[in-house]
């Protein structure tokens, strides 16, 4: 659980990382599995959007009751998954991922999603640990093509390198700015994310949006209304 100090600093900063870790039995069932399910695949090496259109076992994992009971401190009692993404980060090439916010890539409202961000492997500085701009959140949504705008020297000044243990993980607010540098070391960084947003969301995707997000599997139930599976408390009519 968490406790009234980090639950403040969550809503201060935009982020937080708990006192907790994955138990080894959980860790080395999650890292064989993202091993079977990477294979040969060279895209999946690197970076797998959504994982709904692939094992359901993944969905078992973001059950875990330790998680789910830290979650519903930062969101409430009533909220579902919305997505799960693979950062692979292989040895040697692992990609930058560019500072973004969660939440623009998401048509929902309000944009109130909270990621947990796993690390499989340890994240260190030299291969692509995830950053932070603490207190970015407070910037609202920021389109982007005016986010280079934004980060000028003084917000660039504020970044925060969160290096983790294999098993630690981040908590973070989808308007929360971060990014990760490559990986040139010899070892592997992945790293694996849970995106949980309050039941009473709302999806105000296009039709072309809707499209796209059923094409790239994000989409467990037939159209976008009560799409996503319910983790805990209830559902509600004309929400996600």
Request: one cysteine or more; charged letters at 25%; proline letters at 8%.
């Amino acid at each position: 659980m968490l406790t009234d100090a980090q639950i403040t600093q969550y809503h201060k900063d935009g982020f937080i990382v708990p006192n907790y870790r994955l138990p080894a039995e959980t860790l080395a069932s999650l890292s064989h599995d993202v091993d079977r399910f990477i294979g040969d695949d060279i895209e999946r090496r690197q970076f797998v959007p959504t994982m709904f259109d692939y094992d359901e076992r993944f969905i078992d994992y973001a059950f875990n009751p330790d998680l789910l009971d830290m979650i519903e401190q930062l969101a409430g009692p009533d909220f579902a998954l919305w997505n799960m993404s693979l950062f692979g980060k292989p040895a040697r090439d692992g990609k930058k991922v560019p500072w973004h916010q969660d939440g623009e890539y998401w048509p929902i409202r309000p944009v109130a999603t909270c990621t947990v961000w796993i690390a499989i492997d340890d994240a260190t500085r030299e291969n692509g640990c995830v950053r932070f701009i603490p207190g970015s959140q407070d910037f609202g949504l920021v389109d982007w093509e005016h986010l280079p705008y934004m980060l000028t020297e003084d917000v660039l000044a504020r970044e925060v390198d969160v290096p983790l243990h294999a098993g630690d993980a981040t908590f973070h607010h989808s308007m929360t700015l971060h990014c990760s540098g490559p990986n040139t070391t010899p070892h592997r960084r992945r790293g694996w994310s849970l995106h949980y947003v309050s039941a009473d969301t709302r999806y105000i995707g296009t039709p072309e949006e809707t499209e796209r997000i059923k094409n790239i599997g994000c989409l467990v139930g037939p159209e976008p209304t009560n799409g996503w599976p319910l983790i805990r408390g209830r559902e509600f009519p004309g929400c996600v």
